[in-house]
Nanobody, 116 residues
Framework: QVQLVESGGGSVQAGGSLTLSCAAS??????MGWARQAPGKEREFVAA????????SYVDSVKGRFTISRDNAKNTVYLQMNSLKPEDTAIYYC???????????WGQGTQVTVSS
């Protein structure tokens, strides 16, 4: 049974920072990453990183502000979020994939709220 345990969400003022963590149980996944869903909107991809860490990808709206990284020894992926904006408010979901995309398995989500 795959388990993804997220932590690090919370409330912060605009311009602040948060770091999300997600620990995966069981096997190692080639791709780990994050998606988010704001109220009334569809879930959107945020960032992903490959096993080697050599390839990362981001949605345009977070480029230059968010950084994704992973610790393979801990089977954990991180999302460092800086210069947060109210429009970053959403439930953030950790996800992993056996190939080049995330989405084979999902975490339960963690709330991030950014106030203006």
């Amino acid at each position: 049974q795959v388990q993804l345990v997220e932590s690090g969400g919370g409330s912060v003022q605009a311009g602040g920072s948060l770091t999300l963590s997600c620990a995966a149980s069981g096997r190692t996944y080639n791709t780990m990453g994050w998606a988010r869903q704001a109220p009334g909107k569809e879930r959107e991809f945020v960032a992903a990183i490959t096993w080697s860490g050599g390839r990362t990808s981001y949605v345009d709206s977070v480029k230059g502000r968010f950084t994704i990284s992973r610790d393979n020894a801990k089977n954990t992926v991180y999302l460092q979020m800086n210069s947060l904006k109210p429009e970053d408010t959403a439930i953030y979901y950790c996800a992993v994939g056996r190939a080049t995309n995330i989405g084979d398995y999902w975490g339960q989500g963690t709330q991030v709220t950014v106030s203006s």
